[in-house]
């Protein structure tokens, strides 16, 4: 994808893991053919920024000999998988199960962010993370799930991947892609459902951060925004999860690595804070925003997005508070998402000159 800085490429790790010879090749290529940084997706995908034209082509041959690299466009689009972190054998079989069948002849055509969650691993903590069909652990039995409901039904580990197709096929067949798009949640909100789905399940919350965790360390960064020396460093402390949460797990860790530009602690403001590339690096982009977000994070004592634009990609559901890039100033959006109606407008020299407003609900900036 072309951006303001360069082509941004997305490498899908498999199952959400890199090994150690991956991460570090990845970081190499990185450094080689862009501008060094690397970003952390909301789908724990990687993406690789300031690519230069002239290099793409010698970048994805690296990919390949990573074995990052999918056959072919339709496959690479519809591995649209995220797999969660804290997984055990049960999780891995189901999704490597899943990553099989979406790459058979008659796999279905899905939209491009048609999405899949496998969070069967002892306890659910993708709820929050977009996806369409869902496989789930519940208590002891594995469920399958479309999104927009909490109407689930039976499955087995043997089972889950044919079923989660059978899902995405009837999606297509009850008119859920519109003019190339299309979601499940959409969709069920429709009014439709389909036959067999009627176990009610339950929300189960979950608040990501860093510090010890299932299988390792996890260690954040700020924005989710990497440079590849670090990600050449952090490879060569073990292999990598890549979380939905903008964190990679670092495989087997106790501690920490001691390098700077990590997240380790909590209490870090910066996890209280979202924003996407912004102006000049994002050309949709209408104002810098990851500059005024890393200003305001220490006055800020809820989740708050700071989007560049309408299009709300670094977050794009509802927020506490958002903060909407326009032509003319940053509109005040509680409790929405980017493309929300605003309750106000201001600029960022009005939010930088009493910050502590945004932590008051009442309050409206001007």
């Known amino acids: 994808m072309a951006s303001g800085d360069g082509l941004v490429v997305r490498v899908r790790p498999r199952l959400g893991r890199l090994s150690m010879e991956q991460a570090a090749g990845i970081a190499a290529l990185a450094a080689a053919h862009g501008n060094g940084r690397i970003d952390l997706s909301a789908r724990a995908n990687v993406q690789l920024r300031g690519v230069r034209v002239e290099s793409h082509g010698a970048l994805v041959e690296g990919l390949r000999r990573l074995g990052l690299i999918d056959a072919d466009v339709a496959t690479e689009t519809r591995r649209n998988i995220v797999v969660q972190p804290f997984h055990d054998a049960l999780t891995l079989r189901i999704a490597a199960d899943l990553t099989a069948a979406l790459a058979a002849p008659d796999a279905p055509d899905l939209p ?27 208590g002891g039995t594995l469920l399958l799930r479309p999104d927009g409901t909490a109407l689930a039904k039976p499955v087995t580990s043997d089972t889950a991947a044919t079923e989660a197709l059978t899902l995405a096929r009837w999606f297509l067949a009850s008119g859920g892609v519109q003019g190339g798009r299309g979601r499940m949640a959409a969709l069920i909100r429709s009014g439709a459902l389909p036959q067999g789905f009627g176990i ?28 590849a020396g670090t990600l050449a460093t952090l490879a060569r402390s073990g292999a990598l999860r890549v979380t939905p949460w903008r964190m990679l797990l670092v495989e087997g860790a106790d501690q920490a690595p001691d390098l700077p530009g990590l997240i380790t602690d909590p209490a870090d403001p910066l996890l209280r804070v979202i924003a996407c590339t912004g102006a000049p690096g994002c050309g949709q982009a209408h104002r810098p925003v990851r500059d005024l977000a890393r200003q305001l994070a220490p006055h800020l004592d809820r989740l708050t997005h700071v989007s560049g634009c309408a299009k709300g990609c670094a977050h794009p559901g509802p927020a506490p508070l958002t903060l909407t890039a326009t032509p003319e100033g940053f509109a005040l959006i509680r409790n929405g998402r980017a493309d929300a109606p605003a309750l106000s407008h201001t600029t960022a020299a009005a939010l930088l000159a009493r910050p502590e407003r945004l932590s008051d609900p009442d309050a409206t900036p001007l």
């Open 200 to 227: 009610e399940t339950t929300v189960h919350g979950f608040e990501p951060c860093p510090g010890t965790a299932p299988g390792g360390m996890m260690v954040g960064f700020a924005f989710g925004q990497m440079e």
């Open 112 to 138: 491009g962010k048609f999405g899949f969650a496998v969070d069967t691993g002892a306890a659910r903590v993708l709820e929050a993370t977009a996806a369409d069909i869902r496989i789930e652990r519940h």
